[in-house]
């Protein structure tokens, strides 16, 4: 089992610019989340989805978008990038949501300039 | 309102010490879920523990054990005889299934066990 991938694992983006972060998982797993992690403040919601075709905003949401067409594909959009956008994105997978746990990516280190 | 606390940023161990880092956390709910993760220098989250409010057990894996009191609202995780490996930074989580999907993660300790 690969777990949770991600990719890219780095990727710099000029100010204005839109990519998808990906992520996938192949545990099955109904719930999966988007993070971000900032120095000193430990990691924040950005999107999450408890399942195929439903998908909710976290506590960070402003500047993504997300999808979940499958079960196994949660990608995150950026729309037009911004440098308070640096930062580390964890994607997150989970059978039964908070209360069981996540299993997480090994993160994808996006730099805005 | 939801926080977790680790008051410690930093701690410097020499190899073979015991350490305890400590969390504590805010909750409204009396369902609620907290977490140890450990994310090492290569920068991936690793699960460590999961402990629901209604099981104060503590519970002791190998060297790692942890401290549940909810008088006290803290959920201590201690390192017995430390190693190298151990040296990462350790978040403490909390979850409130009645409230939603998220975890509300603590700032971190960074723990360097020097050889």
């Known amino acids: 089992n690969a777990g949770v991938t991600q990719t890219p694992k780095f990727q710099v983006l000029k100010t204005g610019q839109s990519m998808t972060l990906q992520c996938a998982q192949d545990m099955n797993h109904e719930y999966m989340s988007w993070y971000r992690q900032d120095p000193g403040m430990g990691l924040r919601l950005i999107h999450y989805s408890v399942g195929a075709g439903i998908t909710d905003q976290g506590e960070v949401p402003n500047g993504y978008n997300v999808s979940r067409s499958t079960t196994e594909d949660f990608p995150l959009r950026l729309l037009s990038a911004a440098p308070s956008q640096t930062s580390v994105y964890f994607c997150?997978?989970?059978?039964?949501?908070?209360?069981?746990?996540?299993?997480f990516g090994s993160g994808t280190r996006l730099t805005v300039v | 309102a939801q926080k977790v606390t680790q008051a410690q940023t930093e701690i410097s161990v020499v190899e073979k010490e015991d350490v305890t880092l400590d969390c504590v956390y805010e909750?409204?709910?009396?369902?609620?879920?907290l977490f140890w993760y450990k994310q090492p220098p290569s920068g991936e989250l690793v699960f460590l523990i999961r402990?629901?409010?209604?099981?104060?057990q503590n519970e002791i894996s190998g060297r790692y054990s942890w401290n549940f009191q909810k008088s006290t609202s803290s959920f201590n995780f201690t390192i017995t005889a430390s190693q190298v490996v151990d040296s990462a930074v350790y978040f403490c989580a909390l979850s409130e299934p009645n409230y939603g999907q998220n975890f509300v993660f603590g700032p971190g300790t960074r723990l360097s066990v020097l050889p």
């Open positions: 402990r629901n409010s209604f099981d104060e």
């Open positions: 909750t409204r709910d009396t369902t609620y879920y």
């Open positions: 997150a997978s989970s059978p039964s949501g908070v209360s069981y746990g996540y299993t």
